[in-house]
């Protein structure tokens, strides 16, 4: 049996000396996963990433309620010559999210189109017509399939805490249950014979007892199951008895009051006889005598707190020790100042008249916190998945200039965005693995610091780790940010000019030295992925799709990437080479900003191929008809390079296992990956 007296140690002690013993008795463990339904997931933490199973939308719906057309039937429209659509044939009437009927590509605002009835030659025969004063462009008033997201993508990392907003992400992703962590089991055992219920009919000496409301409402915040025992009075076998039955069905144990020295506090024996008390007093005040102890039962760890019986002090050391645990257990990080001022990344607009509630990402690069504004459809619930935050453009104004610093409302704790890289360029699926790795490691890391008494305060209570956020704008759009100083890294794929073949040594250099040295900056070209650029195509590739020349063909339908890409300028490189005209190549200026994207047009139909990576075709189950082979970099100020921040994440790049996993996609070579190729 240990020392039952009371004596007071340093709280960082304290705390080292009880995460040591609860990590012995196998008490630190993150809770066991458990499937449940989304209606029961809000405030729960992810036990593993949740990838999307179908796409959303997952056909093309019209954004607004009007006539579904084809839209180079309304070119030339106008005030002064408008045009007449057949309804039924050239014109279908369609609610907002109805389906978009085939061979239509384009809605017509009901308020736009005039209904006339127009009668024919023949004296039987009257149409009904709409009449058009504008002409359509193709999608225009159309959600394409995949706005939101595509079947595939990365929904929620591990160890995220769900969101409402996250609900309808996961819903509109085909998901009806979701994998989260169990919720700790906390029971709270309030002691005294001068104790009350609340609402008793008291007399002088009765205390209402309201700890244990204050305990459970603290323990429920933190996201825990909460049993609140009958009041149990200042008898040991009465007090052991309750305590020892909570244990079997508990993870946590708090009995409150009763654990000073006077002849009435039964605390320490109790926890003793049940586990190990490990420290009893700290110096701290209000609440020293608290008592921090573990038991093993039956290999489960188990946490033993007796917490003192003043409210103030219980509240306080609740909050000192109970709640790191319980956020430990889940992975769960405090929400702290609601406010941050930041430098905006790019200009933008709003119109007047209206609050606009402009979604962005935050992290520090340098001595500066950057916000990035991102998707601001309605229909857009990955944009509230992905914020950290929420800028307000007042109705009366027209919006922010780049470079401005604004106040940004946070989604997400400030140590997190102080600790956060930023990656900004060219898409690749393998982003989306490296971010949850970090996650994944973050907790090994917590964990294996765990198991030493040494700088406990430090390891689990601050986890170090940073977390990666990425933005797809394009190859020569990250290498800008970069020269501006706007993110830590970019991934690019930028064919060196006068380069003959996608060779080894054929990227990102010409294109470093025009767009980032010139201005002082120093980058590190860090091997990343070698991977395979085709042509993605339908199931059984109906068309017999081949080359590139197979484009030109009557009746074949292109989707392209947007300006900056790497994917455009290898695509604009070979056709240059081959000596094909882009205006030969229809689609060739209908453009995604990812893979992914690509990927869901041709599936959907609404294309008959576009150029992509092979992983891409296979997330949504596609052929592929292999091209080029190219190399996608990651380039890294030297500033960054040789930061704390990255090593984590340079780390997990030259780890074997994270190679693994990227090989498992299907079409990436990664022999050069973490291999620094070129200092510029």
Same mark, same amino acid.
């Given at each position: 049996?240990?020392?039952?007296?009371?004596?007071?140690?340093?709280?960082?002690?304290?705390?080292?000396?009880?995460?040591?013993?609860?990590?012995?008795?196998?008490?630190?463990?993150?809770?066991?996963?458990?499937?449940?339904?989304?209606?029961?997931?809000?405030?729960?933490?992810?036990?593993?990433?949740?990838?999307?199973?179908?796409?959303?939308?997952?056909?093309?719906?019209?954004?607004?309620?009007?006539?579904?057309?084809?839209?180079?039937?309304?070119?030339?429209?106008?005030?002064?010559?408008?045009?007449?659509?057949?309804?039924?044939?050239?014109?279908?009437?369609?609610?907002?999210?109805?389906?978009?009927?085939?061979?239509?590509?384009?809605?017509?605002?009901?308020?736009?189109?005039?209904?006339?009835?127009?009668?024919?030659?023949?004296?039987?025969?009257?149409?009904?017509?709409?009449?058009?004063?504008?002409?359509?462009?193709?999608?225009?008033?159309?959600?394409?399939?995949?706005?939101?997201?595509?079947?595939?993508?990365?929904?929620?990392?591990?160890?995220?805490?769900?969101?409402?907003?996250?609900?309808?992400?996961?819903?509109?992703?085909?998901?009806?249950?979701?994998?989260?962590?169990?919720?700790?089991?906390?029971?709270?055992?309030?002691?005294?014979?001068?104790?009350?219920?609340?609402?008793?009919?008291?007399?002088?000496?009765?205390?209402?007892?309201?700890?244990?409301?204050?305990?459970?409402?603290?323990?429920?915040?933190?996201?825990?199951?909460?049993?609140?025992?009958?009041?149990?009075?200042?008898?040991?076998?009465?007090?052991?008895?309750?305590?020892?039955?909570?244990?079997?069905?508990?993870?946590?144990?708090?009995?409150?009051?009763?654990?000073?020295?006077?002849?009435?506090?039964?605390?320490?024996?109790?926890?003793?006889?049940?586990?190990?008390?490990?420290?009893?007093?700290?110096?701290?005040?209000?609440?020293?005598?608290?008592?921090?102890?573990?038991?093993?039962?039956?290999?489960?760890?188990?946490?033993?707190?007796?917490?003192?019986?003043?409210?103030?002090?219980?509240?306080?050391?609740?909050?000192?020790?109970?709640?790191?645990?319980?956020?430990?257990?889940?992975?769960?990080?405090?929400?702290?100042?609601?406010?941050?001022?930041?430098?905006?990344?790019?200009?933008?607009?709003?119109?007047?008249?209206?609050?606009?509630?402009?979604?962005?990402?935050?992290?520090?690069?340098?001595?500066?916190?950057?916000?990035?504004?991102?998707?601001?459809?309605?229909?857009?619930?990955?944009?509230?998945?992905?914020?950290?935050?929420?800028?307000?453009?007042?109705?009366?104004?027209?919006?922010?200039?780049?470079?401005?610093?604004?106040?940004?409302?946070?989604?997400?704790?400030?140590?997190?965005?102080?600790?956060?890289?930023?990656?900004?360029?060219?898409?690749?699926?393998?982003?989306?693995?490296?971010?949850?790795?970090?996650?994944?490691?973050?907790?090994?890391?917590?964990?294996?610091?765990?198991?030493?008494?040494?700088?406990?305060?430090?390891?689990?209570?601050?986890?170090?780790?940073?977390?990666?956020?990425?933005?797809?704008?394009?190859?020569?759009?990250?290498?800008?940010?970069?020269?501006?100083?706007?993110?830590?890294?970019?991934?690019?794929?930028?064919?060196?000019?006068?380069?003959?073949?996608?060779?080894?040594?054929?990227?990102?250099?010409?294109?470093?030295?025009?767009?980032?040295?010139? $201005?002082?900056?120093? /980058? @590190?070209? =860090? +091997?990343?992925?070698?991977?395979? !650029?085709?042509?993605? #195509?339908?199931?059984?590739?109906?068309?017999?799709?081949?080359?590139?020349?197979?484009?030109?063909?009557?009746?074949?339908?292109?989707?392209?990437?947007?300006?900056?890409?790497?994917?455009?300028?290898?695509?604009?490189?070979?056709?240059?080479?081959?000596?094909?005209?882009?205006?030969?190549?229809?689609?060739?200026?209908?453009?995604?900003?990812?893979?992914?994207?690509?990927?869901?047009?041709?599936?959907?139909?609404?294309?008959?191929?576009?150029?992509?990576?092979?992983?891409?075709?296979?997330?949504?189950?596609?052929?592929?008809?292999?091209?080029?082979?190219?190399?996608?970099?990651?380039?890294?100020?030297?500033?960054?390079?040789?930061?704390?921040?990255?090593?984590?994440?340079?780390?997990?790049?030259?780890?074997?296992? $994270?190679?693994?996993? /990227? @090989?498992? =996609? +299907?079409?990436?070579?990664?022999? !050069?990956?973490?291999? #620094?190729?070129?200092?510029?």
């Amino acid at each position: 049996m240990s020392s039952l007296y009371l004596h007071d140690i340093p709280l960082d002690e304290a705390n080292a000396a009880w995460y040591a013993q609860l990590a012995a008795c196998g008490a630190l463990a993150a809770m066991p996963a458990e499937t449940v339904p989304l209606a029961q997931a809000l405030g729960r933490i992810t036990a593993a990433p949740v990838w999307a199973k179908i796409s959303s939308p997952h056909y093309h719906a019209s954004a607004m309620d009007g006539y579904a057309v084809r839209s180079n039937e309304t070119y030339g429209a106008s005030e002064s010559a408008p045009k007449r659509l057949t309804i039924g044939t050239q014109a279908i009437y369609v609610d907002t999210g109805d389906p978009l009927p085939a061979g239509l590509n384009a809605v017509i605002m009901r308020e736009h189109a005039e209904v006339l009835t127009i009668a024919a030659d023949a004296p039987a025969i009257v149409n009904t017509v709409i009449e058009i004063t504008q002409a359509v462009a193709p999608w225009q008033h159309v959600r394409a399939m995949g706005e939101d997201m595509v079947a595939s993508e990365l929904v929620l990392t591990a160890q995220h805490r769900i969101r409402p907003q996250d609900l309808g992400a996961l819903a509109g992703s085909g998901h009806a249950t979701v994998d989260v962590l169990r919720r700790p089991r906390v029971a709270i055992i309030p002691t005294g014979t001068e104790l009350v219920a609340a609402g008793s009919a008291v007399k002088p000496g009765d205390i209402i007892e309201y700890n244990s409301l204050v305990l459970g409402g603290f323990a429920e915040e933190c996201g825990a199951v909460v049993s609140r025992y009958p009041i149990q009075p200042d008898q040991y076998e009465a007090i052991k008895a309750t305590a020892q039955a909570a244990l079997a069905t508990h993870d946590l144990v708090i009995i409150n009051a009763g654990s000073s020295a006077g002849s009435e506090d039964y605390t320490s024996r109790v926890i003793d006889e049940l586990g190990r008390v490990c420290v009893h007093g700290v110096a701290i005040r209000p609440g020293h005598p608290v008592i921090l102890g573990a038991a093993s039962l039956a290999n489960d760890g188990k946490a033993l707190v007796g917490l003192p019986g003043y409210p103030v002090s219980a509240a306080v050391t609740f909050d000192l020790f109970c709640k790191p645990l319980l956020q430990h257990w889940q992975n769960q990080a405090p929400l702290p100042a609601p406010t941050m001022q930041a430098t905006l990344t790019r200009k933008v607009l709003s119109p007047m008249g209206d609050d606009e509630f402009l979604r962005v990402t935050l992290g520090r690069v340098g001595e500066r916190v950057v916000a990035t504004p991102i998707g601001s459809g309605a229909g857009v619930i990955t944009s509230m998945v992905k914020a950290d935050g929420i800028l307000l453009i007042p109705r009366f104004k027209e919006g922010f200039h780049a470079g401005e610093l604004v106040n940004v409302q946070l989604m997400t704790a400030p140590h997190l965005i102080h600790n956060t890289i930023l990656a900004i360029g060219s898409h690749d699926l393998t982003l989306d693995l490296l971010a949850n790795q970090l996650k994944i490691e973050n907790l090994k890391w917590k964990m294996e610091n765990g198991k030493s008494q040494i700088n406990f305060k430090f390891s689990i209570l601050n986890s170090q780790f940073p977390r990666l956020v990425s933005a797809h704008v394009g190859s020569q759009s990250g290498l800008l940010a970069l020269q501006r100083g706007e993110a830590h890294l970019a991934g690019s794929h930028l064919l060196d000019e006068g380069a003959s073949n996608g060779d080894a040594t054929s990227y990102n250099i010409d294109s470093i030295g025009k767009m980032i040295t010139p $201005f002082g900056v120093r /980058v @590190q070209l =860090l +091997g990343f992925v070698k991977r395979v !650029q085709g042509l993605m #195509v339908r199931k059984g590739n109906p068309k017999a799709i081949t080359s590139l020349e197979d484009l030109t063909r009557q009746g074949m339908t292109f989707i392209n990437r947007q300006r900056g890409a790497g994917t455009r300028a290898l695509l604009d490189f070979e056709l240059r080479k081959r000596g094909i005209n882009p205006r030969q190549i229809a689609g060739y200026e209908r453009q995604e900003y990812t893979h992914l994207n690509v990927a869901a047009a041709v599936a959907s139909g609404a294309c008959d191929c576009g150029l992509g990576i092979l992983a891409a075709a296979r997330a949504l189950d596609l052929d592929f008809v292999p091209l080029f082979n190219e190399r996608y970099d990651l380039v890294i100020p030297i500033q960054h390079y040789e930061s704390t921040l990255l090593q984590p994440l340079l780390g997990i790049i030259r780890a074997p296992a $994270f190679a693994a996993q /990227v @090989q498992a =996609l +299907g079409g990436y070579d990664t022999s !050069q990956m973490g291999q #620094v190729l070129a200092t510029l």
